[in-house]
Structures are given as structure tokens and as C-alpha cells.
């Protein structure tokens, strides 16, 4: 992938396994954007500075500082992570120039080149939803 970075081309990676979470990672590919979960951040960032941490069910408050500090180790190898955390939501967070003082408008681009480390936060909360039906498969329809 690394040569298409030279071409200007954007990857996002999805894991898929905590399990292989690590491997674009490791094969040094040219990641822009990442969108783990919580547990293949853990997965992802343990591997990059050498140690996994196994974490028990916490509050929602300790889960977004974790995930806050977790992005912040794959910024160094990606320009974007954005962290699906279940009923919590999407925490995006991105690096940004030092002196953008309107963090996270709609009319911000989503990338800024920086040689500061400042990373933009942005929790993206879940709706919470009344009723849940259930339907099966992609347009799948009966003739009754």
C-alpha cells in the first residue's frame, strides 16, 4: 500500500478480528483512516508499544478516556481513528493544526497536515432507540 501513498490514495482500514486487528499494522501499510472497536484498539495499540491490557467492564466515562488514549498511539502510524464503542457511539479523533480555534465544525476539512500532535475529540453519541424491529436479511419480501 505504501505506494499508494505516493499516488495520494486513502485507505480505511476496518478490522475484523481482534485477532488480525494488528496485521496492517505490523506489514507497515499506508493507513489514513481506522474504525476498531474498542477491543481491537486495545488489540492495535498493545501491539504497537509491545503490551495488550486486558480491562474489565468499566464506566462511560473511564471506557472514553481509554479509547481516547489508545487513538492517540495509532495516530502515529494513521491520520484518523474512529472508534465504534457500542451504545456509547463513535468517538472520532483526528490531528489538527495547532491553531484552529473552531474544532470539529461541519465546514472543517476531516485532515489537516500537522508536525504538532494536536488531536481534535469528537464524541458522536448513539440515539437510543424505543423499539427494535427485527427484519431479516437485505429486502427480503414475501408474497403474503
Do not use: C, H
Not at 468517538?91 to 476539512?109: C, Q
Not at 427485527?134 to 403474503?144: K, L, P
Request: hydrophobic share 40%; glycine share 6%; proline share 6%.
Amino acid at each position: 500500500m505504501s505506494r499508494y501513498r505516493l499516488l495520494r490514495y486513502e485507505f480505511w482500514f476496518e478490522p475484523t478480528d481482534v485477532k488480525k486487528a494488528m496485521k496492517a499494522f505490523n506489514k507497515g501499510y499506508a493507513i489514513t483512516f481506522a474504525s476498531p472497536n474498542l477491543n481491537e484498539l486495545r488489540a492495535i495499540a498493545g501491539g504497537l508499544v509491545g503490551s495488550a491490557k486486558k480491562v474489565a467492564p468499566q464506566s462511560s466515562e473511564s471506557i472514553l478516556k481509554e479509547a481516547v488514549e489508545l487513538s492517540q498511539i495509532i495516530l502515529n502510524r494513521t491520520q484518523a481513528v474512529f472508534v465504534t464503542l457500542g451504545k456509547l457511539g463513535v468517538l472520532a479523533i483526528k490531528l489538527i493544526l495547532p491553531k484552529v480555534s473552531r474544532r470539529g465544525s461541519p465546514n472543517e476539512p476531516l485532515l489537516v497536515n500537522s508536525k504538532e500532535r494536536n488531536p481534535s475529540v469528537r464524541l458522536y453519541q448513539a440515539p437510543v432507540i424505543s423499539t427494535f424491529r427485527s427484519v431479516s436479511g437485505a429486502g427480503d419480501w414475501s408474497w403474503n
